[in-house]
């Protein structure tokens, strides 16, 4: 597995080519029932279902969604948006991670280096919305000095599979 060793695996994980190919299955399909996830990697459904299970618990597995078709659900606008803020106390940055994080549009928030201190991907249905979003949620917080937006012109690769195996 790229970045495990037996030695990182928590102690009740075993850490091995079944528990890999579980984590990989489920990213592939996380709606497999247990039976043919059993059936796929060789074990019975009970020892299936425990090493599924220590897996969730041991934080492994944080959950399972759909994955929507944005454009179906009438979301045309995919931005990358850059914030810079004026300042980096404690106070500033804890106001903006709040505010952030009460936004629906704002799939995802990350905190980077560089020119800018955060990087947003946002969904909205259009301009109109790109411009109230940015107008009305974006600029008023306090503390944020820049913001640079970028449209996704179209979509390359998009997953959400970590690497477990190496290529």
């Known amino acids: 597995m790229i970045g495990y060793s037996k030695n990182n695996w928590p102690k009740n994980i075993s ?3 079944i528990d890999l190919e579980i984590l990989c299955t489920l990213q592939e399909d996380g709606r497999i ?9 060789n074990l019975s459904p009970p020892a299936t279902f425990n090493r599924v299970r220590r897996l969730e618990e041991a934080g492994f597995i944080r959950g399972y969604v ?5 454009e179906k659900a009438g979301f045309d606008l995919l931005c990358f948006v850059h914030v810079s803020l ?8 804890e106001a903006f991670k709040r505010a952030i994080s009460k936004l629906p549009e704002v799939l995802e928030c990350y905190h980077v280096t560089g020119e800018f201190d955060y990087l947003l991907k946002v969904v909205l249905r ?3 919305d790109l ?3 940015t107008m009305e949620h974006l ?5 944020v000095a820049r913001i640079h937006t970028s449209l996704v012109l179209s979509v390359v690769k998009e997953s959400t599979a970590l690497p477990l195996r190496s290529t």
């Open 15 to 17: 850490g091995d080519e």
């Open 33 to 41: 029932s247990n039976a043919d996830l059993a059936r796929r990697i």
């Open 66 to 70: 759909g994955m929507l078709d944005k």
């Open 86 to 93: 004026q300042l980096h106390q404690s106070q500033p940055v």
């Open 126 to 128: 259009n301009r109109r």
């Open 131 to 133: 411009e109230r979003f």
């Open 139 to 143: 600029t008023p917080i306090s503390g």
